[in-house]
């Protein structure tokens, strides 16, 4: 099963009249931008057969522009990536039975899910997601469990850019 874990796009800033709720802020236009070559790099890579998403609208409209660039998977949602319940994640993608799923939520959550994955301890390792990152994370069977991933590879935004812009 593998599991890729995305940090959000660039959205507008915290506290933006219009914008009191943090739940509410969207991407910027930059950000959709930004994030639109960031995925086709990502989809050069990679294909989930489902994308989980945080509700919050800055992660709904990330997981949307990685869903179109890698033909269309189902779109499903999840409130524990925006709480940080990493436990409740990895039910929520165990139960989905897919052997790919792509996960965008937030930070410090995403670094700590990451960190969970790998070492069955949220932040026991440092991995900080610029906003647009993505995470690729292998585990051995069907069902992700905390502790038994293995990082396959971890891309801050600009290489997954640069992966886009690439010839074969």
């Known amino acids: 099963m593998e599991l890729c874990i995305i940090r959000h796009a660039p959205a507008v800033d915290r506290g933006a009249p219009g914008y009191e709720r943090d739940a509410d802020r969207p991407l910027t236009d930059r950000g959709k931008d930004k994030m639109e070559r960031a995925a086709h790099g990502l989809s050069r890579l990679w294909a989930p057969g489902m994308v989980v998403s945080s509700p919050f609208v800055r992660a709904r409209e990330t997981a949307e522009i990685v869903q179109a660039a890698c033909s269309n998977p189902p779109l499903r949602f999840s409130d ?58 292998r585990f051995a069977g069907d069902a992700p469990a905390a502790g038994s991933g293995e990082l396959a590879w971890f891309l801050q935004p600009a290489a997954l850019r640069r992966l886009a812009k690439r010839r074969d």
Do not use: C, N
Request: no cysteine; glycine share 10%.
């Open 80 to 137: 524990a990536l925006a709480t940080g319940d990493h436990e409740e994640v990895l039910e929520d993608v165990r139960d989905l039975g897919r052997d790919a799923v792509a996960v965008v939520g937030h930070e410090p959550w995403v670094s700590g899910l990451l960190s969970f994955v790998l070492t069955g301890r949220d932040h026991a390792m440092a991995a900080p997601f610029k906003k647009g990152a993505a995470a690729l994370v």
